[in-house]
């Protein structure tokens, strides 16, 4: 059998000492009681707390509790309802605020969803989408009718044919000096 008893032990065995009086205590209780004076203060501020509980006595009501009680209840009940914004307006003046942390979690999620949503393009407003031909064409109609349409697509096409027609040679394709370089792009410069 254990005849020690560390603090710890004996702060679970405390309630059992002071709250059971005819009880028999444990021996190492006792024994740890006599030895620790931190335990043996708390336990002598326990009894002292329970000894003070037990001589208080609860005040009597007032003999006319019941009536005003129910005076109260008449008022209340025949009191005007409050509008919504009253209510709202009391909630909040009253309110601890943990009734509204499962709306704000709520109403951020939802703004969550809505942003994203207008980000990804699916909050479900529709889109101007240009509508698809009635008749299939070709892929070259549609590109002729975007030529048609475009100005300065015209005005290159213009500027592209007076230079092909005064002989001026595009950039990138360059002719060799030698014509004898003409087979061999390796040959060496002649000197």
Same mark, same amino acid.
């Given at each position: 059998?254990?005849?020690?008893?560390?603090?710890?032990?004996?702060?679970?065995?405390?309630?059992?000492?002071?709250?059971?009086?005819?009880?028999?205590?444990?021996?190492?209780?006792?024994?740890?009681?006599?030895?620790?004076?931190?335990?043996?203060?708390?336990?002598?501020?326990?009894?002292?707390?329970?000894?003070?509980?037990?001589?208080?006595?609860?005040?009597?009501?007032?003999?006319?509790?019941?009536?005003?009680?129910?005076?109260?209840?008449?008022?209340?009940?025949?009191?005007?309802?409050?509008?919504?914004?009253?209510?709202?307006?009391?909630?909040?003046?009253? !309110?601890?605020?943990?009734? *509204? #942390? $499962?709306?704000?979690?709520? +109403?951020?999620?939802? /703004?969550? =969803?809505?942003?994203?949503?207008?980000?990804?393009?699916? !909050?479900?407003?529709?889109? *101007? #989408? $240009?509508?698809?031909?009635? +008749?299939?064409?070709? /892929?070259? =109609?549609?590109?002729?009718?975007?030529?048609?349409?475009?100005?300065?697509?015209?005005?290159?096409?213009?500027?592209?044919?007076?230079?092909?027609?005064?002989?001026?040679?595009?950039?990138?394709?360059?002719?060799?000096?030698?014509?004898?370089?003409?087979?061999?792009?390796?040959?060496?410069?002649?000197?």
């Amino acid at each position: 059998m254990n005849t020690k008893m560390d603090c710890k032990t004996f702060q679970n065995e405390l309630p059992d000492l002071v709250l059971t009086a005819n009880a028999k205590p444990s021996l190492v209780a006792v024994a740890h009681l006599r030895e620790c004076p931190p335990c043996a203060e708390e336990y002598l501020s326990f009894q002292s707390t329970f000894a003070a509980l037990d001589a208080w006595t609860a005040p009597e009501p007032s003999p006319y509790f019941d009536q005003k009680l129910a005076v109260r209840i008449r008022e209340e009940q025949a009191a005007p309802k409050m509008s919504w914004l009253e209510s709202l307006k009391a909630r909040l003046l009253f !309110n601890t605020g943990r009734n *509204f #942390r $499962p709306i704000m979690v709520g +109403t951020l999620a939802l /703004a969550l =969803v809505v942003s994203g949503g207008g980000i990804v393009g699916i !909050n479900g407003i529709p889109t *101007f #989408r $240009p509508a698809a031909p009635t +008749t299939t064409s070709a /892929a070259v =109609v549609d590109d002729l009718q975007i030529l048609d349409r475009n100005e300065q697509a015209f005005q290159q096409l213009d500027e592209l044919q007076q230079d092909d027609d005064s002989g001026v040679q595009p950039m990138n394709t360059a002719q060799p000096d030698n014509p004898n370089d003409a087979g061999n792009p390796a040959a060496p410069p002649a000197s």
